[in-house]
């Protein structure tokens, strides 16, 4: 009798260390999920983002580097720029990008004034999908 319950102590103690460890494992992955993100901010492509910021004058020039904590595991990414007001959200514009899918950052410089002209003032959403069209992550900004 004690023999077995030498045993089921055992096999109780495995299991419960084995739970552990995946409880830990199940932590790390929430942990790791909030590594996703979008930056913005002025700067050059050859230079990269030199100022981050998240409110911009209409005349500035805008870069993001979209960043993920696992490789894009895509060969395509499809952009959405929805404008926030007055508590909703609408398509001011989208566009697709190709890209290596074993990178797990992209720096893109999205709005050229020169070449696309003044923003309009307001709040905004970036919102960056995968070609499943799963959202993979997003940011904010402001024009004022």
């Not at 901010?41 to 050859?46: A, H, K, N, S």
């Not at 910021?53 to 500035?60: G, H, I, L």
């Not at 950052?105 to 709040?123: K, M, R, S």
Request: contains cysteine; charged residues 25%; aromatic residues 12%.
């Amino acid at each position: 009798m004690r023999r077995s319950l030498t045993s089921l102590a055992k096999a109780l103690l495995i299991v419960l260390f084995a739970s552990a460890l995946s409880g830990c494992s199940l932590l790390t992955a929430i942990l790791e999920s909030g590594d996703d993100g979008i930056t913005f901010g002025t700067g050059t492509f050859d230079e990269g983002i030199t100022q981050e910021k998240t409110v911009f004058s209409p005349d500035d020039d805008i870069l993001f580097e979209a960043y993920t904590n696992n490789a894009f595991k895509t060969t395509s990414l499809h952009f959405i720029l929805l404008k926030d007001e007055l508590d909703s959200e609408w398509i001011y514009d989208e566009w697709d990008l190709t890209v290596d899918p074993t990178w797990n950052t992209l720096l893109y410089e999205f709005h050229l004034v020169d070449e696309y002209g003044e923003l309009e003032q307001g709040d905004y959403i970036l919102r960056m999908f995968n070609s499943d069209s799963e959202l993979m992550t997003e940011g904010t900004f402001t024009v004022s």
